[in-house]
Structure formats: structure tokens, C-alpha cells
């Protein structure tokens, strides 16, 4: 199970920083990937961090302001989010992916097999 959360309300230009949690599963074998979904738009992806942690991957219109980070001894994925801007507002959640090696990320959801419920982040401006 996959436990979001750290969302919330901010004004632009602030920051934020998410965290994901696992419970009941070894999170050092998954590869983490963060993503989010805007009201009426698709689901699309933010960020992706190896299982080893050693690699991480953004979507263009997060690189240079968003950090995703992992600590496997304590199963936690983190995004911290800064410089946030109106259209970063959205659903964010965070999920697993199994049987990836050791450096693999994935940016689509299809890879996936475990998702968190989902943290609101709302960016006011």
C-alpha cells in the first residue's frame, strides 16, 4: 500500500514537498514514480527515481524545480516542489513499479502496478 501526502495550498512561487510511504512491501525493489492529474486533463507524469535511487527522470515542465529523492531505509519517496506555479495545481500521486532494474525509471503509467490515493496540491496565484 501506497500512502501520498504533504499536499496542500500555496501561493506561486512558494514550495512544497510531497512524500510517499510504503507499507507491507520492500520498497527497494520498486522503481517510484510520481504523477499527477488536473481537473478535466489526463494523468501525466512528473518525475520517476530509479530503485537504487542513482537515477531520476522529469517531465520538462517540472525539471530544474522539482526533486524527487528516495530513502529506502525508511521505504520514502519524496518530491520536493519549489518555484510552483498556478498550472502545477493538481492531484498528486505517487506509485510503484515492479520488476524494473536496478537504474530503470518509466514515465508512463502503464508501467506501473501500485498507486497511492493521491495528495491535492492547489497553487493559488
Known amino acids: 500500500q501506497l500512502q501520498a501526502s504533504g499536499g496542500g495550498l500555496v501561493q506561486a512561487g512558494g514550495s512544497l514537498r510531497l512524500s510517499c510511504a510504503a507499507s507491507g512491501r520492500t520498497f527497494s525493489i520498486y522503481a517510484v514514480g510520481w504523477f499527477r492529474q488536473a481537473p478535466g486533463k489526463e494523468r501525466e507524469f512528473v518525475a520517476a527515481?530509479?530503485?537504487?535511487?542513482?537515477?531520476?527522470n522529469y517531465a520538462d515542465s517540472v525539471k530544474g524545480r522539482f526533486t524527487i529523492s528516495r530513502d529506502n531505509t525508511k521505504n520514502t519517496v519524496s518530491l520536493q516542489m519549489t518555484s510552483l506555479k498556478p498550472e502545477d495545481t493538481a492531484v498528486y500521486y505517487c506509485?510503484?513499479?515492479?520488476?524494473?532494474?536496478?537504474?530503470?525509471?518509466?514515465?508512463?503509467?502503464?508501467?506501473?502496478?501500485?498507486w497511492g490515493q493521491g495528495t491535492l496540491v492547489t497553487v493559488s496565484s
Open positions: 527515481i530509479s530503485r537504487s535511487g542513482g537515477n531520476t
Open positions: 506509485a510503484a513499479a515492479g520488476g524494473f532494474g536496478y537504474s530503470r525509471t518509466a514515465d508512463t503509467t502503464q508501467w506501473y502496478d501500485y
